[in-house]
T-cell receptor, first 111, second 117 residues
Framework: DAKTTQPPSMDCAEGRAANLPCNHSTISGNEYVYWYRQIHSQGPQYIIHGLKNNETNEMASLIITEDRKSSTLILPHATLRDTAVYYCIVRADNAGNMLTFGGGTRLMVKP | GAVVSQHPSRVICKSGTSVKIECRSLDFQATTMFWYRQFPKQSLMLMATSNEGSKATYEQGVEKDKFLINHASLTLSTLTVTSAHPEDSSFYIC?????????????FGPGTRLTVT
């Protein structure tokens, strides 16, 4: 699986958009970009994934650059409950379903 | 969404004893489950892949005789930490994918915090 690079931490004001970047410059053509988050002392939670097109669901939006070497997860209106570690994972969809977690970004949403 | 549970949520045991952690898929059947370990302020590390009806596959550096995995049914995988030592104290998390859903996401259990004294 391609390696990802994320900033170790970010702050965001409550109610504002949180934009979390991820670099995956060695991504292969068949690899998807997945985002999970882990709230303190809980198991990770799936957020969103995409291949090349931008994606949106009830939790977030995923913007993938045209060359697919980087992406941004957008939480449109961050709340205090969005404080968590966010993991960007690149994986081919047939890669046995297991996930390889990097360091992630610790997002702190502040009132 | 699909639900994965773990039991117990917390356990404290004495050094040298064994501890069993259960991982259950509550509303789907999972032929494969994954076990992760997470030390404080670190990321999740995959320990092993649990396969229903066959032997587990362990990641490099994980002792299969110490971390016994049994996947006896399509909804239950167990991880037994044998002869536990303080360095085994960690947060253990399991996950599974619901093969009946089109989405490829993994569903994670809430985790089990093991403290070995």
């Amino acid at each position: 699986d391609a390696k990802t690079t994320q900033p170790p931490s970010m702050d965001c004001a409550e109610g504002r958009a949180a934009n979390l970047p991820c670099n995956h410059s060695t991504i292969s053509g068949n690899e998807y970009v997945y985002w999970y988050r882990q709230i303190h002392s809980q198991g990770p939670q799936y957020i969103i994934h995409g291949l090349k097109n931008n994606e949106t669901n009830e939790m977030a939006s995923l913007i993938i650059t045209e060359d697919r070497k980087s992406s941004t997860l957008i939480l449109p209106h961050a709340t205090l409950r969005d404080t968590a570690v966010y993991y960007c994972i690149v994986r081919a969809d047939n890669a046995g379903n297991m996930l390889t977690f990097g360091g992630g970004t610790r997002l702190m949403v502040k009132p | 969404g699909a639900v994965v549970s773990q039991h117990p949520s917390r356990v404290i045991c004495k050094s040298g004893t064994s501890v069993k952690i259960e991982c259950r898929s509550l509303d789907f059947q999972a032929t494969t489950m994954f076990w992760y370990r997470q030390f404080p302020k670190q990321s999740l590390m995959l320990m092993a892949t649990s396969n229903e009806g066959s032997k587990a596959t362990y990641e490099q550096g994980v002792e299969k005789d110490k971390f016994l995995i049994n996947h006896a049914s399509l909804t239950l995988s167990t991880l037994t930490v044998t002869s536990a030592h303080p360095e085994d104290s960690s947060f253990y998390i399991c996950s599974a994918r619901d093969p009946g859903r089109a989405k490829p996401e993994q569903y994670f259990g809430p985790g089990t915090r093991l403290t070995v004294t």
